[in-house]
T-cell receptor, first 113, second 113 residues
Framework: DARVTQTPRHKVTEMGQEVTMRCQPILGHNTVFWYRQTMMQGLELLAYFRNRAPLDDSGMPKDRFSAEMPDATLATLKIQPSEPRDSAVYFC???????????FGSGTRLTVV | GNSVTQMEGPVTLSEEAFLTINCTYTATGYPSLFWYVQYPGEGLQLLLKATKADDKGSNKGFEATYRKETTSFHLEKGSVQVSDSAVYFCAQNYGGSQGNLIFGKGTKLSVKP
């Protein structure tokens, strides 16, 4: 089965450090999402891309977060500087049509201490 | 605005019990509706979907019917198994056929033998 691959699976970092999370979407999927999951807020959409162009990043704190797709096989989410409130599980998902269902990666569990 | 509300968990059932997880939505227009499932330590997986009023989505013994009149999409299963223990998310699409998903907060289901 084709998978969305996220790295790293776990990351522990100190407050103020830069964090980069990576996602390899499924080949042929033209839409890529970044979601953040916390107990309090549930699943929040941070940003999404279609054909590598950013469509919506309104859910992302602009001062510290950035999302890019340098090529069709790689999406990145960066946090600089990281803060304890950024601790969460970050999911990448990819797909073509929403009716076909989007495929989620296994997530990156980020802990900022 | 568009939103999804689902019953709060956790829900604890005995094996072979009947399951209902309630989900209601608010939307402009007629979105497609989805149930996703998240097993421990994994990303979300599409469980079933319905794209228009009165459609019934079904998969693995789970069912949900798109009810426009009550703006609901309740998830049901006649006889749950221990392996169904997971978190279930109701969602609607936003922004057309290639749009993003708006999720409910999730309902944790625990099935005891």
């Amino acid at each position: 089965d084709a998978r969305v691959t996220q790295t790293p699976r776990h990351k522990v970092t100190e407050m103020g450090q830069e964090v980069t999370m990576r996602c390899q979407p499924i080949l042929g999927h033209n839409t890529v999402f970044w979601y953040r999951q916390t107990m309090m807020q549930g699943l929040e959409l941070l940003a999404y891309f279609r054909n590598r162009a950013p469509l919506d990043d309104s859910g992302m704190p602009k001062d510290r977060f950035s999302a890019e797709m340098p090529d069709a096989t790689l999406a990145t989410l960066k946090i600089q500087p990281s803060e304890p409130r950024d601790s969460a599980v970050y999911f990448c998902a990819s797909g073509t049509l929403v009716g076909m269902g989007y495929t989620f990666g296994s997530g990156t569990r980020l802990t900022v201490v | 605005g568009n939103s999804v509300t689902q019953m709060e968990g956790p829900v604890t059932l005995s094996e072979e019990a009947f399951l209902t997880i309630n989900c209601t939505y608010t939307a402009t227009g007629y979105p497609s509706l989805f149930w996703y499932v998240q097993y421990p330590g994994e990303g979300l997986q599409l469980l079933l979907k319905a794209t228009k009023a009165d459609d019934k989505g079904s998969n693995k013994g789970f069912e949900a019917t798109y009810r426009k009149e009550t703006t609901s999409f309740h998830l049901e299963k006649g006889s749950v198994q221990v392996s169904d223990s997971a978190v279930y998310f109701c969602a609607q699409n936003y922004g057309g056929s290639q749009g993003n998903l708006i999720f409910g907060k999730g309902t944790k289901l625990s099935v005891k033998p």
